[in-house]
């Protein structure tokens, strides 16, 4: 597994983020990337305070993460990076590399919505985004590590109409 | 004890578990009642946006509900915590109860069920049933007296550090419980006994640093050299 791995979930930081991710692989250091959170005192000493005894949590918004993981040094730690949704992890796409690890877990079903799988529901906006970061790097649907993860290739298909 | 027909409702809770909207009407068929037990009233709208995608630990679910009616009794901010608090304790709770309760109390009831299996099936009821319906039974009115700050109580009792006391205790009680079994089902032999202990503490000790099974396999292969060098 690469050592750096960015993760869309709607739900940031849940149970199969901490049992599935967070433990599976001793992640030392979760970022958790949302301008929401990151403006709310209250929501950060939730958040912080559902996190295991030992695991570093950075909260901050988008543009901060883009500017302090670009500086960021080589490190021998796993880092898990949780944005919520697939516009926040197409507008940090800049930071994407081969060695990123870049997987969807979980965004919930809305109305005008595609299930593209029992947990990932994505509009067209959405899906062309996926396409696009896809069209450089790959992007898996990944649930828990010790699922089968899903490769998307795809898309390209519901774009054209098939939707 | 109108709180305690709650709680009861609540063990139906995930009757309608599903994937586009999880527990979502589970929390519909709970709130109505909640909110009705503090005086507020609800409209049709809100009864039917409450089915909407809504997935947290089940056992939790009724702290979630108390701070839900909380906060739409005072005119806040109720389906924003409610999203928020369900990733929290969808956390905190996966956590507790599945990956570090159920490995206790299934230690604890293999230890005491090895000579009565009754005995051993009652401890996991009771102990595993114990904290489970302590958070059930309270949590509506720990939820409702804090309101969006119910994550309070949690920091209070420390409760992301308990799956991490919790892992200490089983881990020692497994191994009480494999020394037991030595000493039970052979003739006792302090090597025997003295060599699993170092496999399972070299084991963990592995584990800790990179992974399970990994570790096993290294064990295997350093015991295999061990042994073809002294001739074994």
């Known amino acids: 597994m690469k050592k750096v791995i960015f993760r869309v979930d709607d739900r940031l930081i849940h149970g199969q983020v901490i049992e599935g991710w967070v433990k599976y692989f001793k992640i030392n250091h979760v970022y958790l990337v949302n301008n929401k959170v990151s403006g709310d005192p209250l929501q950060k000493m939730i958040y912080s305070s559902s996190l295991p005894p030992g695991t570093e949590l950075t909260i901050c918004t988008i543009d901060e993460f883009i500017e302090s993981f670009g500086k960021r040094k080589q490190s021998r730690e796993y880092v898990l990076v949780l944005v919520e949704t697939v516009d926040d992890l197409y507008e940090i796409r800049s930071l994407l590399n081969d060695q990123i690890y870049i997987n969807i877990g979980c965004v919930a079903s809305r109305e005008h919505k595609i299930e593209v799988s029992n947990t990932v529901f994505l509009n067209p906006e959405e899906i062309y985004k996926v396409c696009r970061i896809r069209d450089d790097y790959e992007v898996f649907i990944h649930k828990v590590p010790w699922e089968t993860s899903v490769e998307i290739r795809n898309f390209t298909d519901l774009l054209e109409g098939n939707l | ?232």
């Not at chain 2, 809504?54 to 009724?62: D, G, Q």
């Not at chain 2, 599945?98 to 401890?123: E, K």
């Open chain 2, 1 to 232: 004890m109108k709180n305690m027909i709650l709680a009861l409702k609540s063990l139906f809770y995930q009757a309608n578990l599903n994937h586009e909207n999880m527990q979502g009407t589970g929390f519909a068929y709970m709130v109505e009642e909640a909110a009705k037990l503090k005086g507020v009233e609800l409209d049709e709208d809100t009864k039917v946006k409450e089915t909407e995608y809504f997935h947290t630990h089940p056992f939790l679910a009724n702290f979630i509900l108390g701070m839900w009616v909380k906060e739409k009794k005072i005119g806040g901010e109720p389906d924003f915590y409610k999203k928020v608090y369900s990733s929290a304790f969808g956390a905190l709770g996966d956590s507790f109860f599945w990956h570090s309760l159920r490995p206790l109390c299934f230690i604890m009831s293999a230890l005491i069920g090895y000579n009565d299996p009754f005995l051993g099936l009652l401890t996991y009821l009771v102990l595993y049933n114990a904290f489970h319906l302590f958070f059930r039974f309270g949590g509506f009115a720990i939820g409702y007296e804090l309101g969006r700050d119910v994550i309070i109580f949690f920091n209070r009792i420390n409760f992301n550090r308990w799956p991490k006391y919790t892992d200490t205790l089983s881990t020692f009680m497994l191994g009480f419980f494999l020394s037991f079994i030595v000493k039970e089902s052979s003739d006792f032999n302090p090597l025997v006994l003295g060599v699993s202990t170092v496999y399972l503490l070299a084991g963990l000790a592995i584990a800790r640093k990179l992974d399970i099974v990994f570790g096993l396999i290294l064990i295997l292969i350093i015991t295999g050299f061990f042994l073809y060098f002294t001739g074994v």
